[in-house]
């Protein structure tokens, strides 16, 4: 959500009743988690996605884990399911790979 204020993304959230300032708390705390993933040489990289509903509304929740360390290296949430939305994903997920590791998917399929 790149470019977005925080109010733009409570309107792009908004089946999830939230305030701007509890998004802000949101990516402070995501961001402890995910954005210091060191780009390195990994082996294996298990993704997966699984659908949730959130206030009713269903979307998508993407992660991508390094099977060896299982350091978090990714996570993506999406409206829906679909090719575009996996290769984004993925880039996002490869960003932290100095190298071409083997994914590791389940039954999706792409």
């Not at 990516?27 to 959130?54: F, G």
């Not at 997920?93 to 389940?106: G, H, Q, R, W």
Request: aromatic share 10%.
């Amino acid at each position: 959500m790149a470019g977005l204020s925080y109010r733009d993304i409570t309107y792009v959230l908004r089946v999830v009743p939230c305030s701007h300032e509890a998004v802000r708390l949101w990516v402070k705390k995501l961001e402890q988690v995910t954005v210091n993933v060191e780009a390195k040489p990994r082996r294996m990289v298990a993704v997966d996605e699984t659908k949730i509903k959130a206030d009713g509304e269903w979307c998508y929740v993407w992660a991508a884990i390094d099977v060896d360390t299982r350091e978090l290296l990714a996570i993506w949430v999406s409206w829906q399911r679909n090719i575009m939305h996996a290769e984004a994903f993925l880039r996002k997920a490869l960003l932290t790979c100095t190298n071409k590791p083997i994914f590791l998917v389940d039954k999706g399929p792409w």
